[in-house]
């Protein structure tokens, strides 16, 4: 069975300061994807980044980064310099793989607010 | 641009009606496309897989009969809610299934369902 933890459900940060957003996952898989996405107030779904469980690379876009560690089943989530317009919710997701395609798995959700 | 459709994005009945929601891929042919449903403040929750030509597959505790799916060609499905009553009130998402070198998995941009 698959699982997604975010563990902190609320953060609330200052315009410019870093936030970083916890999840860890647990998977019998070997072959998996880890997600993550934003959920502005509207509900749509913004699509962040995907990794698979084969490339443990960093990855940094603009003011983002993410931070994966398999040995402690881990897939962190920064972003630098927030601004009042990072304020979502954000998920961590967690799927196998499938030829016909996958479904996700999604952790509970961490609602970030950036005050000015 | 969007590759999932959804329509409508709202829509509000009076309960003992059926609603029904139409997903669409835009571009590309989906032989399986996924069902969300996400309560306030909750998590998204797989409902179903639609699978092109064959009967959907349910998630445990929900009911087959009540949530009608039918992915009668490989770019539409749709989820029909029977005899919708005020607990079904939710928002209600699809997601693409196709897997291999695309990046990122698609979801429709949401149908939110008030049954009053």
């Known amino acids: 069975a698959q699982k997604v933890t975010q563990a902190q459900t609320e953060i609330s940060v200052v315009e410019k300061e870093d936030v970083t957003l916890d999840c860890v996952y647990e998977t019998r898989d070997t072959t998996y994807y880890l997600f993550w996405y934003k959920q502005p107030p509207s509900g749509e779904l913004v699509f962040l980044i995907r990794r698979n469980s084969f490339d443990e690379q960093n990855e940094i876009s603009g003011r983002y980064s993410w931070n994966f560690q398999k040995s402690t089943s881990s897939f962190n989530f920064t972003i630098t310099a927030s601004q009042v317009v990072d304020s979502a919710v954000y998920f961590c997701?967690?799927?196998?793989?499938?030829?016909?395609?996958?479904?996700?798995?999604f952790g509970k959700g961490t609602s970030l607010l950036v005050t000015p | 641009g969007a590759v999932v459709s959804q329509h409508p994005s709202w829509v509000i009945c009076k309960s003992g009606t059926s609603v029904k929601i139409e997903c669409r891929s835009l571009?590309?042919?989906?032989?399986?496309m996924f069902w969300y449903r996400q309560f306030p403040k909750q998590s998204l929750m797989l409902m179903a897989t639609s699978n092109e030509g064959s009967k959907a597959t349910y998630e445990q505790g929900v009911e087959k009969d009540k949530f009608l799916i039918n992915h009668a060609s490989l770019t539409l499905s749709t989820l029909t809610v029977t005899s919708a009553h005020p607990e079904d009130s939710s928002f209600y998402i699809c997601?693409?299934?196709?897997?291999?070198?695309?990046?990122?998995?698609?979801f429709g941009p949401g149908t939110r369902l008030t049954v009053l």
């Open positions: 997701a967690l799927s196998g793989y499938s030829n016909s395609g996958y479904a996700l798995n």
């Open positions: 997601s693409d299934g196709v897997a291999g070198s695309r990046n990122e998995q698609f």
């Open positions: 571009d590309f042919q989906a032989t399986t």
